[in-house]
């Protein structure tokens, strides 16, 4: 059903076959996030959307959040880890040594706790961005969780349209050469998700395996 429908009509659709309470959506306000916010902001009045605060994100990052909520008219809620996580991380610097621990414990676990609240989770994940996400589909049952992905099968073309016809507001990291832009530690100008854990084979965070 959601397969046949062009993307701008699937969040639309998503909300007549769900109510609101049960719609998880989250944005990592990052490089591409505008896109879905957008479409989101076009489906429902004042949408909730979830962020993940990890305490390392780019000030312009949480800048650009804060257009992004105004423009769209968007319910931004912050869920970060607890605050004795956060402080073992910052001691730690978790992400120096075992990236793939510090992302579970500052990104992974904060939005389980979130999840058990919803029958569905909304994200913008596009499948030329890596190539754990080439092989997902629109949707998929996680741990008793409907994932819904109404960006999926969006080529980078279409994505680059929508930008321009939109006047989608960019990242100001993306006017840098970051294609993908996550927390100061782990992030560096790049291609694709090149710049994310550079010169480690990871290229997930962890929130969508």
Known sequence: KYAKLPFTERIAQLYRDFSAEEILVTSSFGASSAFLLRELSQAVAEPIVHFIDTGNHFPVTLDYKKVL??????EVKSISASKT???FIQKDKTWSKNPDLCCS???VKPLNNIKKQHKLWVSGL???QSSHRTNMSIF????GLLKFHPLLDVSQSEFEAYQMIYE???HPLVHRGYDSI???HCTLP????????????KTECGLHF
């Open 69 to 74: 909520a105004q423009l769209y008219g968007l």
């Open 85 to 87: 996580d956060q402080e």
């Open 105 to 107: 414990i500052n990104k």
């Open 126 to 128: 596009k499948n030329w």
């Open 140 to 143: 998929e049952l996680r741990d």
């Open 168 to 170: 989608l507001p960019a």
């Open 182 to 184: 996550g927390c100061t």
């Open 190 to 201: 790049g291609k694709g998700r090149s710049g994310r854990w550079s010169n480690l084979s």
